[in-house]
């Protein structure tokens, strides 16, 4: 039995209170982070994603720091290829790898859109970030496989003589997850991965996508929300509050963010929420945060039993892994671990 990986997203504080609710940005507690991170790890969270963004504080140093303060749970570090030489990366990389004693990985996502991307200094077009994306990859994996001093000589990257005297921690290499939903995204994941990542969906949908990646031999994650009480009822009175008195101004700020995305798995998750019935893709999942946070607000909601075999329904299509978050993300991940997880682990006991 190969067990689902249960990862959960890390904010730089505890997260929207209500989905509709803005972003709270311009600080950062690290206090707050500091028992967000020691809790995860007590509730034996898998891996936290820790998010890179210009509304967010930078990941590296931050998960550098969290490092010294947990010994298991592992880090996810989200970055885009093209800010930072990949050279200096695997550097950056392999020393996050002795301070976690391994416990990092990758979550590469190539960008989401232009006018982000142009205020990092990067006026490449969608697909020319990915072909970019993948320059760097390749770059990355010769030096982690020891291919030094390493010359390349690429349309978007020179180097001559790289070396590294810092290796990855216990040799080898991160684990790479390869964001995005578009074909160039899962060749990438093919090409260069461990791990496709994309935004949710139900499980007949995602086993389709899925399949000629599993067949590959490449594994399939996915990003969602989850909610989970006792029963269905407490449920869906739980949603009914969350939702409301929404912030409408945040509403229209998200939807003057989608007209600058050129993301396909963006793009797609507005399309998707837009063919739900009364903001239901199917009876456990909600798409009415979608147009106030965006593509992971994908809500799994219902009771702990529901949502256990709900998530279950998922291995079965392929999905190996998901990284969900929550309102208010900390309270939720403790409901997650203490009462839906254990269950999860009960169904796959009985798998055949």
């Known amino acids: 039995m190969n067990p689902l990986r249960l990862h959960w997203c890390s904010p730089p504080d505890t997260g929207q209170a209500k989905p509709t609710d803005?972003?709270?940005?311009?600080?950062?507690?690290m206090g707050e982070v500091r028992d967000f991170v020691q809790e995860a790890e007590e509730l034996g969270v898998d891996t936290l994603l820790f998010g890179m963004s210009k509304r967010l504080p930078d990941p590296i140093p931050v998960i550098g720091a969290l490092s010294q303060i947990t010994d298991r749970v592992r880090f996810m570090l989200a970055y885009r290829p093209g800010l930072m030489a990949p050279t200096l990366f695997a550097q950056v990389v392999n020393t996050l790898s002795w301070m976690t004693q391994g416990r990092i990985s990758?979550?590469?996502?190539?960008?989401?859109s232009p006018a982000e991307q142009a205020g990092y200094g990067?006026?490449?077009s969608h697909d020319e970030r990915y072909a970019r994306c993948n320059e760097f990859l390749q770059i990355l994996h010769g030096l982690w496989e020891g291919e030094s001093p390493l010359s390349h000589d690429g349309e978007h990257y020179t180097l001559k003589d790289a070396e590294l005297g810092l290796a990855h921690h216990g040799g080898g290499r991160p684990q790479i997850?390869?964001?995005?939903?578009s074909a160039v995204a899962q060749q990438t994941a093919l090409a260069q991965g461990d791990c496709w990542l994309r935004y949710g969906d139900t499980p007949q949908a995602l086993a389709e996508a899925a399949r000629p990646l599993v067949e590959a031999g490449c594994r399939v994650g996915t990003r969602m929300h989850v909610l989970a009480r006792p029963t269905r009822e407490e449920a869906l009175a739980e949603l009914a509050h969350l939702v409301a008195e929404p912030d409408?101004?945040?509403k229209k700020w998200v939807r003057h963010a989608l007209a600058t995305t050129d993301s396909e798995a963006v793009t797609s998750s507005y399309q998707l929420a837009s063919t739900a019935t009364d903001g239901w893709l199917s009876p456990y999942i909600w798409t009415g945060a979608?147009?106030?946070?965006?593509?992971?607000?994908?809500?799994?909601v219902g009771s702990y039993q529901e949502v256990a075999h709900y998530i279950h329904q998922y291995k079965t299509a392929g999905i190996t892994e998901f990284i969900f978050s929550g309102w208010p993300t900390r309270n939720e991940m403790h409901t997650f671990y203490t009462h839906v997880a254990p269950l999860i682990r009960q169904l796959e006991t009985q798998e055949p």
Do not use: M, Q, W
Request: some cysteine; overall charge negative; proline content about 5%.
């Open 106 to 112: 990758l979550n590469i996502v190539s960008g989401i």
């Open 122 to 124: 990067d006026f490449l």
């Open 290 to 300: 979608v147009a106030y946070r965006g593509g992971p607000a994908l809500c799994i």
């Open 248 to 250: 409408e101004d945040h």
């Open 177 to 181: 997850y390869i964001g995005g939903a």
């Open 22 to 29: 803005p972003y709270k940005t311009g600080t950062l507690d």
